[in-house]
């Protein structure tokens, strides 16, 4: 992943030791001690689900619209998707509502400092504050997809469902048991209410089915705690 993250940024920027240097900080960032699901296992999980769908992305015309309205090659989408994602849980404390604002004032400080294109790092900024409310804030593609990757763990198999509940449970593990569960099953039932979990129809195919049946049992388990 280090690889990926230099030669992306090095395409782009003739600035080898600051980006060296970035890398380094999100990795230190992603890996401490009280990131047990916003890790680097949840940065890795979504470039690998992007990876193993972008082909059929770029096919489906699904960012048509976006090449147009941005000016931008499917290139330059990749790397605004692929610098999200590194961005968007970067910072991150528990319970605290301006996580997502200081993650993209970060992402924009952190990217100027290597002289990436402004409009990038708009782009950029813009699909890390569409994961306030899980709403596309840009009205195309690149962000629908960029908020089906986020929450495509809803979607997994048990198993890994159960561990990122648990996971989240112990970020969380300074709340009472009774607040947690309340404001988790308000959160679940929430999304459980959208017409659609996700936007795209490669993730509603993959994951809309399981996705609510793992917050519906999660819901179930919560509500006799």
Same mark, same amino acid.
């Given at each position: ?63 048509? +619209?976006? @090449? $147009?309205?941005? %000016?931008?090659?499917?290139? =330059?989408?990749? *790397?605004?998707?692929? #610098? ?85 449970? +112990?970020? @969380? $593990?300074?709340? %009472?048991?009774?607040?947690? =569960?309340?404001? *988790?099953?308000?959160? #679940? ?37």
């Amino acid at each position: 992943m280090k690889n990926k993250f230099k030669s992306i940024l090095n395409n782009i920027s003739n600035e080898k030791k600051l980006i060296e240097e970035l890398y380094i900080k999100l990795e230190n960032i992603y890996t401490f001690e009280n990131r047990f699901y916003h890790s680097l296992d949840h940065i890795n999980s979504i470039i690998s689900d992007l990876d193993s769908k972008w082909e059929r992305y770029t096919m489906d015309g699904l960012l048509g +619209k976006t @090449y $147009s309205e941005m %000016e931008l090659d499917k290139d =330059s989408i990749y *790397r605004c998707l692929f #610098l999200a994602t590194w961005f968007h849980d970067a910072v991150y404390t528990p319970g605290l509502n301006s996580n997502e604002i200081d993650s993209a004032d970060l992402a924009a400080s952190e990217l100027q400092k290597l002289n990436f294109p402004e409009k990038q790092i708009k782009i950029i900024c813009e699909l890390i504050l569409s994961t306030i409310s899980h709403r596309p804030i840009l009205d195309n593609g690149i962000c629908k997809i960029f908020l089906d990757l986020d929450l495509a763990i809803l979607g997994k198999d048990s198993e890994i469902y159960n561990k990122y509940c648990k996971n989240i449970r +112990k970020e @969380y $593990s300074f709340v %009472e048991q009774k607040d947690y =569960s309340e404001k *988790r099953i308000e959160i #679940l039932s929430n999304f459980l209410k959208r017409d659609k979990l996700f936007y795209t129809t490669e993730f509603q195919d993959q994951y809309e089915v399981k996705a609510r049946n793992n917050m519906s049992l999660e819901i179930q388990e919560l509500s006799v705690v």
